[in-house]
């Protein structure tokens, strides 16, 4: 069965969220702080992490730090504070994910299935030979540039105009699916699709407030930032 791993001090949220992740069929471990986590991994590493930050002994940053050490198993933060810095940081630090505390269960479950699908798509691609994941010579998920945008999907890093903007998953794949058909006007639903679980229902407006924080992000970078482009009651577009 697979195993997920919550870190978090508040054993109130510790419960619910074990009550709903064993509900999907999930085997759950809860640990206070990062220090009693790390030594049970030691005897068991689990299937997922969800961490908090902010622990007592050994706080989530650490933690993911030194799994980071070991183990590329998959880690999503999951965060009281609403601070770009902490998500940037954590994206940057390893984490695979980050959510505030404000989210769904549903959501944060959707999240886990599809870092869960990922980690076992991964697990089956061939590693013994050099080259693994390439196809007669040719990278099956290469860098891509559009303008000044760079993309490396193998180390989820994003560039504009050689700065790095951390972006989260959901952020990186809608970002990734306008810059590959520039021009192209995508529907919200479509865009919903994206994102990318069967499990996850989300409204449309959901894309405008991933969106408005892309622009936010890049715009730190760049203030003229407009590549991507709102078409008024339809979608977007990436246009360079």
């Given at each position: ?46 299937d ?6 902010k ?54 479950i ?10 076992t ?44 903007v ?28 994206v ?30 930032f ?14 360079m």
């Amino acid at each position: 069965m697979t195993k997920i791993a919550l870190v978090d001090d508040d054993r109130n949220f510790l419960v619910s969220l074990s009550m709903a992740l064993e509900a999907e069929g999930l085997e759950v471990d809860s640990y206070s702080d990062g220090q009693a986590a790390l030594r049970a991994f030691d005897a068991r590493m689990p299937d997922l992490v969800v961490l908090d930050l902010k622990m007592p002994r050994m706080d989530g940053m650490e933690l993911l730090t030194r799994l980071r050490r070991r183990s590329r198993l998959p880690v999503i933060i999951l965060s009281s504070r609403d601070s770009e810095i902490d998500e940037a940081l954590g994206l940057r630090m390893g984490a695979d994910d980050y959510l505030r505390k404000s989210s769904s269960q549903r959501v944060l479950i959707a999240r886990i299935r599809a870092l869960l699908r990922r980690q076992t798509a991964w697990a089956a691609a061939p590693d013994d030979i050099e080259g693994a994941g390439q196809s007669e010579g040719q990278d099956e998920d290469p860098v891509m540039i559009r303008g000044p945008l760079v993309m490396d999907p193998a180390r989820h890093v994003v560039t504009w105009k050689g700065e790095t903007v951390w972006l989260t998953v959901a952020e990186f794949r809608l970002v990734r699916a306008l810059a590959e058909q520039p021009g192209a006007v995508w529907l919200r639903h479509q865009l919903l699709d994206v994102i990318g679980d069967e499990d996850l229902e989300l409204s449309e407006r959901a894309i405008d407030a991933h969106i408005k924080r892309i622009r936010r992000k890049m715009r730190k970078k760049d203030p003229e930032f407009s590549a991507i482009e709102t078409i008024y009651r339809v979608g977007y577009r990436y246009n360079m």
